[in-house]
């Protein structure tokens, strides 16, 4: 068994289990039945949680809280419809049982109709002593509707019934965001900061609201406070580090990152924060021991692998930035942003198939960058791959209409494949307006005697 002390203290869970074994037939009453069966719904036992709910069904039929426990595992294994007609029947039975409501509500939920979930969750609040968990599930039905005033009210009831709530204090300031009310936002936690003045998480919210209209100020305080209410918050520490950061002040943000990592430990996006931070102090191979550092606690972290590479790019060291571009790329073989920094990177050092895969994958992974497309058509030119050039030259068109750039290199592909006229009058519609670059006055001199 999962809990052997449990089991051991509780007779009727001994005495079933017993019965299981020597296969006699033995009489438990309704709440014992009821209390069998939780334990294994509990502990995810539902072969057990099922021969025990026969059993009681055979010997309780008509009992209420058996047949809800039926219709709830019937809900555990799909079977919505049977799970629907069991409850009409218990309705008959009990028809003010909010159970039944919530269990309406749930599968309606799962099939999508979060409207008619609303409903029977509104039916279960004329039948409850304790509205807050009702409050919380009919918020969580009208965000599934996107309807983010109405989740906003009842989000709102939870949190002034108890300001401890905070998933749904999170959700309340989710609708807030979704409705753009950030001052509407600042004011609810305001009034939570009146009932409850230690609420670490309400100031934690509070600073990152006031970051987000540009109070510094006013969220320094507010992260201040978070830490006064709870100083092992390494969120809050991160947060202010982040501002402190933002307004310059450098050193003050290495040390909350620092005071973070003695809290919590060692972890890739800290890393990299502090060493963004000694990058900017002019710290440059501190920093980029740091972004290695951020690699090695998490390798497929993307910002690092782009920071360590930006910064051999910028001192142009193209050979280790190449090495570093193609090493971070064996775990973030999805990122558009660094498949369009390998491009970069081996077009400047003239190896021009392995830019142009890396323009290709990148675009396949939904980078649209002009910049890209540019290297993209260039490499190929590069490598006299006319065609393979044209086709791209065409494609890059539909998403950058009539741009010079690209007509410009259409009509050298043109030129190149035996086109000459065409290739002279796409110039000639361009040539006005567009300069040829350096390296193309000798790839196309026929176009660029014709400027």
Known sequence: MNNPSFEENNSSLVKFENMLKTNQILFFDAIEFEGIIHYYIDFAQFNLAKKALKMAMEQHPHNIELMLLKSEILLFDGSFTAAENLLEQIEQLSPENEEIFLQRANISSK??????????????????????????????????????????????????????????????????????????????????????????????????????????????????????????????????????????????????????????????????????????????????????????????????????????????????????????????????????????????????????????NANELGNHDFKTWIIWMDAQMYLKEWQAALSICQLALQYFDNKSAILYRLAGCKMRLGKKDEAISIFDKIKCNFKIPEGFKQLFPELANTH
């Open 111 to 360: 099939q999508k109709d979060h409207t008619k979930a609303v409903n029977y969750l509104l039916k279960a609040l004329n039948s409850t002593d304790e509205p807050t968990e009702i409050w919380s599930l009919i918020g969580m039905e009208y965000l599934f509707l996107e309807d983010y005033i109405k989740a906003k009210d009842f989000f709102l009831k939870c949190v002034v019934e108890n300001p401890m709530d905070y998933q749904s204090l999170y959700n309340l300031l989710y609708c807030h965001e979704q409705l753009e009310e950030n001052i509407e936002a600042i004011n609810t936690l305001n009034n939570i900061l009146e009932a409850n003045p230690y609420s670490e998480i309400a100031w934690h919210q509070l600073g990152k609201l006031y970051t987000k209209i540009n109070k510094f100020e006013d969220a320094l305080s507010a992260f201040e406070f978070a830490i006064i209410s709870d100083d092992t918050f390494t969120g809050a520490y991160i947060e202010k580090g982040k501002l402190l950061e933002k307004i310059g002040r450098i050193n003050q943000a290495i040390d909350n990152y620092e005071f973070s990592v003695k809290l919590n430990g060692s972890n890739a996006y800290v890393i990299h924060r502090i060493g963004k931070c000694h990058l900017k102090l002019g710290n440059e191979q501190l920093a980029v021991q740091y972004f290695k550092e951020s690699i090695k606690l998490e390798p497929n972290h993307e910002k690092s692998w782009i920071s360590l590479v930006d910064y051999f790019v910028k001192s142009e060291t193209f050979p280790k930035a190449k090495y570093y571009v193609k090493k971070s790329l064996k775990s973030n073989s999805d990122s558009k942003d660094l498949w369009k920094k390998s491009a970069e990177i081996h077009f400047k050092l003239n190896f021009f198939k392995e830019a142009s895969i890396a323009c290709q």
